[in-house]
């Protein structure tokens, strides 16, 4: 499971693609300069020739990415307090062993796994990296397509 950001670059690019872009963010990342320009250049070449319905659309997928990345930070936060609150109830209640064992096994699971998600999108460097150089090169496009439209209006 990699994190939402990896999943976009994969939909939009390919995997080859974004195993291209993160080995070579990776290699780099201390020349962010060069990282950038290249990545961007890479990108850019991938979105040529694409008409101005297909970027927004494009645009606005990255938007709903970048939306549900803030959202998994913010369900984590009362997932956390959820599973907190139901061990403690759990354990107030008395149970038998057994049940109360395998209660807070499968809570445990549930925190266990929201846990993994937010820190796998918390700490997705190289992915927001690539996102960031993408997002650039979608509104560059856009405002050239429509600075195109708005010369030829003319």
């Given at each position: 499971m990699g994190s939402e950001f990896q999943k976009l670059i994969r939909k939009v690019f390919g995997k080859k693609a974004y195993v291209k872009y993160a080995a070579f963010v990776r290699n780099n990342i201390r020349r962010r300069t060069e990282e950038s320009?290249?990545?961007y250049n890479e990108i850019n070449r991938g979105?040529?020739?694409v008409?101005?319905?297909i970027l927004q659309a494009?645009?606005?997928q990255l938007t709903e990415?970048?939306?549900d990345v803030?959202?998994?930070g913010r369900n984590?936060?009362?997932?956390?307090g959820t599973c907190i609150a139901a061990v403690a109830f759990i354990l107030i209640m008395a149970l038998d062993y057994p049940v109360t064992v395998i209660s807070i096994s499968l809570i445990s699971l549930v925190f266990l796994y929201k846990l993994y998600e937010f820190l796998v999108n918390k700490f997705c460097y190289v992915d927001a990296r690539i996102i960031l150089v993408?997002?650039?090169v979608l509104e560059n496009r856009i405002n050239m397509k429509k600075e195109e439209e708005s010369g030829e209006q003319i």
């Amino acid at each position: 499971m990699g994190s939402e950001f990896q999943k976009l670059i994969r939909k939009v690019f390919g995997k080859k693609a974004y195993v291209k872009y993160a080995a070579f963010v990776r290699n780099n990342i201390r020349r962010r300069t060069e990282e950038s320009k290249t990545v961007y250049n890479e990108i850019n070449r991938g979105l040529e020739g694409v008409n101005q319905d297909i970027l927004q659309a494009m645009h606005d997928q990255l938007t709903e990415v970048m939306v549900d990345v803030v959202k998994i930070g913010r369900n984590f936060t009362l997932a956390a307090g959820t599973c907190i609150a139901a061990v403690a109830f759990i354990l107030i209640m008395a149970l038998d062993y057994p049940v109360t064992v395998i209660s807070i096994s499968l809570i445990s699971l549930v925190f266990l796994y929201k846990l993994y998600e937010f820190l796998v999108n918390k700490f997705c460097y190289v992915d927001a990296r690539i996102i960031l150089v993408y997002k650039t090169v979608l509104e560059n496009r856009i405002n050239m397509k429509k600075e195109e439209e708005s010369g030829e209006q003319i």
